[in-house]
């Protein structure tokens, strides 16, 4: 008869993710996980849309400084998080948008005269990055399609 953690390995065994704690390991609730992300996710967008407001109505940077390296901040918490729930996100779907996300936010950078269309592509690629479907956002340059067990959730 297979342990209850073994069932449950089994139940969960989707090609990419973390496998369950085993005894004796730290681990931090799911559900509280879950929560630290939306939390991060919801300030992230928060100082994200100050620092997008403030350059679109030309607000002179210095206004903004704090919420640009808040911003920052903030999509660095959320890349840590997205590695500590799928360690394999980098050559993911998701992970593929976040490259770009970041890439068009540098390009603010090198090309200040670009700086509203630039916030547009941002903007849309984050939307994308975090509505798209299961199948794309799991998609791997590496590993092709994930592959679900039959009955997995």
């Not at 090609?15 to 929560?35: D, E, I, T, V």
């Amino acid at each position: 008869m297979e342990s209850s953690l073994q069932s449950m390995e089994k139940r969960n065994s989707i090609k990419g993710s973390r496998p369950p704690q085993r005894q004796g390991q730290l681990s931090f609730p799911a559900s509280g996980m879950r929560w630290i992300n939306i939390a991060a996710r919801t300030l992230h967008i928060a100082f994200a849309a100050v620092l997008f407001g403030g350059l679109l109505l030309a607000v002179p940077f210095v206004r903004l400084e704090n919420y640009h390296w808040l911003a920052i901040l903030s999509g660095i918490v959320l890349m840590a998080l997205e590695w500590l729930h799928d360690y394999r996100w980098w050559h993911r779907g998701k992970g593929l948008l976040i490259w770009l996300h970041l890439g068009l936010c540098l390009l603010i950078h090198l090309l200040p005269r670009f700086t509203v269309p630039l916030l547009w592509l941002i903007l849309i690629s984050g939307c994308i990055g975090s509505h798209m479907p299961r199948r794309f956002r799991h998609w791997s340059m590496r590993e092709g399609w994930e592959q679900r067990e039959k009955g997995g959730v």
